[in-house]
């Protein structure tokens, strides 16, 4: 299983990304895709989590209203849009897969190798 994404860069305050995670050697419709962030010094956290169909999604307090997560299970990919970023959205973002619904990073069996994200004040 592999999960490869990509999209993240330098973005000053107030605009926007968009993330991108490919995925192989799964049955991508079988599974929740989730997105995690790791700040330096900081645990991991949840992000937001996309259902099998993409008919339910959970966010995290700090980004609603801000980011959405979609999935498109024809391409094996799942986004996250972010808009209106914050320095302290800078992290490194992962995908990660499961096929349980869940927004503990424990229980995700499948994980891709991050890509950064730096907010600029």
């Known amino acids: 299983v592999q999960l490869q994404a990509s999209g993240g860069g330098l973005v000053q305050a107030g605009g926007s990304l968009r993330l991108s995670c490919e995925a192989s050697g799964l049955t991508f419709r079988s599974y929740v895709l989730g997105w995690f962030r790791q700040a330096p010094g900081k645990k991991r956290e949840f992000v937001a989590a996309?259902?099998?169909?993409?008919?339910?999604?959970k966010f995290a307090d700090s980004v609603k209203g801000r980011f959405t997560i979609s999935r498109d299970n024809a391409k094996n990919t799942v986004y996250l849009q972010m808009n209106s970023l914050k320095p302290e959205d800078t992290a490194v973002y992962h995908c990660a897969a499961d096929r349980v619904f869940t927004v503990v990073s424990g229980v995700y069996d499948c994980w891709g190798q991050g890509t950064q994200v730096t907010v600029s004040s």
């Open positions: 996309i259902s099998w169909s993409g008919g339910s999604t």
